[in-house]
């Protein structure tokens, strides 16, 4: 016969929860009604604001630049990043381990407007890149103002967030299946890629939408080097409140970013199972 909690263990569990799930409620939640209500009652009762945006082209070409960005920061961080968290799991190299941690950390604590300062300098029309490029006989050119000098940026500040979120995860998975693999005559590549990756697979998602996630909130770093020409979701939402005061619109521009963050989530979701969602 199994005990049924007892009137004071509940209690007990409700006041040991409460602190958290008011928290929850008080930051997260209300926030986010607030939001949604704003959105359809500002200026006036109906979906006015979600129908501009949908139907304009110009803000559906701002969210799917946002997207695109953000899933080619989110891939070359996985990309780039999966090795090193991989060295990190599973290395024997306590020392070095620990000293790459602390670089990793060191350049994530670091700020991201003063990292997206360093490749305004970078990026710049006098900057080393495009003397670089005059000296190789190509002309001296500026990068900024183009896609490719936001997403490095993004990358620049996501990475270390990727390998960190990786690392946690890919430390789990049981090495030694690997080493099984290659006792039974598989090669070292073969059995990471038909025995550790697929354990692998759900970390490295896991952290690819963590960045995802930052990525499509991205404001700095898109404004400074990217500027109108690369408008994404998050500048055009604080334009339109600091610009023009409408709230109502921003608000919709917000529930927006969430539902472009949660479905592309689901997305992913659906892909790394290798199947439909159950």
């Known amino acids: 016969m199994i ?3 007892s009137s004071s263990s509940r209690l007990a569990n409700f006041v040991a929860i409460g602190p958290g799930l008011l928290f929850v409620l ?3 939640a209300v926030p986010l009604g607030v939001l949604a209500l704003r959105s359809v009652t500002d200026p006036h009762l109906g979906f006015a604001n979600y129908d501009t945006l949908i139907t304009s082209p110009t803000y559906l070409r701002v969210a799917w630049r946002t997207i695109w960005i953000s899933v080619a920061a989110a ?4 990309i780039a990043g999966t090795p090193v968290a991989y060295s990190l799991a599973h290395s024997d190299r306590r020392a070095l381990n620990k000293l790459m941690l602390a670089v990793l950390v060191l350049s994530f604590l670091t700020s991201s407007l003063i990292r997206t300062f360093s490749w305004m300098v970078i990026f710049g029309a006098q900057g080393p890149l495009s003397r670089l490029l005059d000296v190789v006989g ?3 050119s500026s990068l900024l103002g183009s896609s490719t000098a936001v997403i490095v940026g993004m990358v620049h500040f996501l990475l270390p967030v990727f390998i960190l979120t990786a690392f946690s995860g890919l430390r789990k998975v049981p090495y030694h299946l690997v080493a099984a693999a290659e006792g039974l005559g598989a090669s070292r590549v073969f059995a990471l890629a038909t025995v550790y990756l697929p354990l692998a697979m759900p970390s490295i998602v896991n952290a690819g939408c ?3 996630i930052i990525g499509v909130g991205f404001f700095i770093t898109p404004a400074l080097l990217g500027g109108p020409r690369q408008t994404m979701l998050a ?3 604080a ?6 005061g409408d709230f109502g619109f921003a608000a919709a521009g917000g529930v927006i970013l969430l539902a472009i963050t949660l479905g592309c989530l689901w997305i992913v979701r659906i892909l790394a199972r290798g199947g439909a969602p159950k």
């Open 3 to 5: 005990a049924q909690p």
């Open 26 to 28: 008080c930051l997260f």
């Open 75 to 78: 891939t070359i961080c996985a």
């Open 138 to 140: 190509w002309g001296p």
């Open 210 to 212: 963590v960045v995802f």
């Open 235 to 237: 500048q055009l939402i």
């Open 239 to 244: 334009r339109s409140v600091t610009q023009f």
